[in-house]
Every structure is written in structure tokens, then in C-alpha cells.
């Protein structure tokens, strides 16, 4: 998954129930050029992670990969909060550590492990286009659990799967292997698990705390499962290609450190509305590089439901906004 471990919007969580008060003003959030480049570094960075977990897989087996990913950018991270916060700011309460873990093991293990193995077997655009649909299953979620986020975000839902249907006709004629996608329609539904679980949990309330500690759950996690699937078997890293190890680096350092600061730093200081533009951005990002850089094919069936799945998301982003 090329989004860091939290939730798509931490500092959106609502507050507990108390007196109304008289509300106040809401502060005019402008956009300055600053928001234009940390946006424009959460378009292209998160949306390359894709191609960049396909190279890493070529020659470094997914769960050990992405394990090892996820373990050093939540050190690093872990790191910078004690270091820019003091130590304190990594205190949690026991509560509050289970549920970070808990919402890692489904982002992390579930959500991106399960893309990292799927992109062994299936081209880094599709597996984007599939994860794009993430806020369609967030707002059948939201249902669920009580909500009724309107009939545009239903609209939205039903594009969606639309668009779905059409992305995994490539896997029914044989052109790629339906297991892939299969398992990238499961980890979209983890991620979309844990993204409203962490919403409703006793989280940490610094996010970057947050961050840390369900990098760390879910990056041992997967280094466990790799280890359990046999993954180290055989494993040379000698003969491990040295853009596998790049990309490894790239995702370490920007897809899960500089891109998630960044969004952070966007919810704090720009319109949400602004800052959701990357559910529909990232995946065409991701198809134009697979297609530039690793040859990708853009089939009718991609570019087709690659749109009706853009479209819904959209929509259901333009919804939420206006809500």
C-alpha cells in the first residue's frame, strides 16, 4: 500500500460528545505554494511507491522486503519524535499501544503486505487502480458501524465497483494471474478496516507516535510471516540487484517518512478536501510510471475501469466534502 500506517486522516477523528457552544469562526486555510509542494510530494511520492515495491519484489522476497521497510522507517520515525519531541512524546498508555498495534497489523501486514505479494504476480498500475477503490469500501464500513455519509457517496460506491468489475476482466481472460488481484481487493478491504478502526480506538494522540508504533507492529509482523513462509530459504543477498535495494531505500525514506510528514503537515495546514485529491491522483500516477518505466501495458480493460474507479472516488471525495 503506498500510504503510510494511518489512518487517511488522523486529525479528523471526532471528539467526544459534550455542550454545544457557540462555534467559532473557522480559520481561512490559504494555499499557499508551500501546500502546492507538499501535495505535489504526496502525488508523485505515494503514488511511485507502487512501482517501486514491483522492483524491489524482483529480487528481494515481498513480506521480508516490506517487513524490513516498515521496521526501519518506524525506528526512524520513532526516532525523530524523541528527538523533535523529547522521549515523552513516545509515552502511550497500554490501551492506547494495543490499538496502535492492532490497526498496524491490519494497514501493514494485511493492507500492504498483501499488495506487496499481489505485485509478484500482477503489473504495479493494476494493483493501484484496485487499491484506489479503498474509499468505497470506507464508506460501506461507515454504514456499518451507524453512519450515513448520503446518496452522492453511495453513487460513489456503486461507480466504484463498477469500476472494479471491469479492472479484474484482465484476470478472468488469463492476461494476469486473478490471485493478485484477488489478494489487492483483500488488502484494500484490510486497509479500509483498519483506517475506520483507528478512528474509533483508543489511539496515541500525537500521529506520528501513532505512526511509529503501527510501522513497527506490522513490519514485525510481516518479517515473521516471511519467516514462517520460508521466505529466507535460498535467500542471497549478494544476488539481490542493486535497483531492487534502491527502491527498497526510496520506499524506506520517502514512501514512509518525507510523504507521510508531508500529508500530516497538509491536514494541519490545508483544506482536507485539498488533501484527499491524492485518493484519485495517486493511481494515475502510478499507472504512468509502470507504463514508462517498466513497460506496462495499458489495456482497454486498466484504462476503462481504471476511470469509472477514479470517477467514484471522486465523487465520493466531492461528497464528503461538501458534508
Known amino acids: 500500500m503506498t500510504s503510510p500506517a494511518v489512518d487517511p486522516a488522523p486529525e479528523t477523528r471526532p471528539a467526544a460528545p459534550g455542550p454545544r457552544t457557540p462555534a467559532a469562526p473557522a480559520p481561512v486555510r ?4 508551500a501546500v502546492w509542494a507538499a501535495l505535489g510530494i504526496v502525488y508523485v511520492v505515494w503514488g511511485s511507491t507502487y512501482l517501486g515495491i514491483r522492483i524491489v519484489v524482483e529480487t ?7 517487513g524490513a521497510r516498515f521496521v526501519t522507517a518506524g525506528l526512524l520515525l520513532a526516532a525523530i519524535v524523541a528527538w523533535r519531541q523529547g522521549p515523552a512524546a513516545l509515552r502511550v498508555t497500554r490501551r492506547e499501544l494495543g490499538s496502535a ?3 498496524g497489523l491490519l494497514l501493514i501486514l494485511g493492507g500492504n503486505g498483501l499488495v506487496v505479494l ?3 504476480s500482477i503489473p504495479s498500475g493494476l494493483a493501484a487502480l484496485l487499491v484506489a477503490a479503498v474509499p468505497v469500501w470506507v464508506v460501506l464500513l461507515r454504514t456499518v458501524f451507524g453512519d450515513r455519509p448520503g446518496p452522492g ?7 466504484g465497483f463498477a469500476g472494479l468489475g471491469v479492472l479484474t476482466v484482465p484476470g478472468l481472460s488469463g492476461e494476469v494471474k486473478i490471485g493478485g488481484v484477488l489478494l489487492v481487493l483483500v488488502a484494500a478491504l484490510l486497509w479500509s478496516v483498519g483506517s475506520v478502526s483507528s478512528a474509533r480506538l483508543s489511539m496515541p494522540a500525537n500521529p506520528f507516535t501513532a505512526s511509529a508504533y503501527e510501522m513497527l507492529a506490522g513490519g514485525l509482523a510481516a518479517l515473521t510471516l516471511g519467516l514462517v513462509r520460508g521466505e ?3 535467500l542471497d543477498l549478494g544476488a539481490v540487484s542493486g535497483r531492487s535495494w534502491a527502491a527498497l531505500a526510496y520506499l524506506i525514506v520517502f514512501g514512509s517518512l518525507v510523504a507521510f510528514t508531508a500529508y500530516a503537515w497538509l491536514l494541519q495546514t490545508a483544506p ?3 488533501a484527499a485529491t491524492y485518493a484519485y491522483v495517486n ?13 506496462e501495458a495499458l489495456t482497454w480493460p486498466i484504462l476503462l475501469g481504471g476511470a469509472v474507479v477514479v470517477g467514484g472516488v471522486c465523487l465520493i471525495v466531492s461528497t464528503e466534502r461538501r458534508g
Open 118 to 120: 499481489a505485485e509478484t
Open 153 to 159: 457517496a453511495y453513487g460513489g460506491v456503486l461507480l
Open 272 to 274: 482536507v478536501s485539498l
Open 30 to 33: 490559504r494555499i499557499t505554494g
Open 60 to 66: 528481494l522476497p515481498p513480506f521480508l522486503s516490506g
Open 283 to 295: 493511481p494515475v500516477v502510478a499507472v504512468l510510471l509502470g507504463a514508462l518505466v517498466l513497460d
Open 232 to 234: 529466507h530459504h535460498g
Open 101 to 103: 498495534v492492532l490497526v
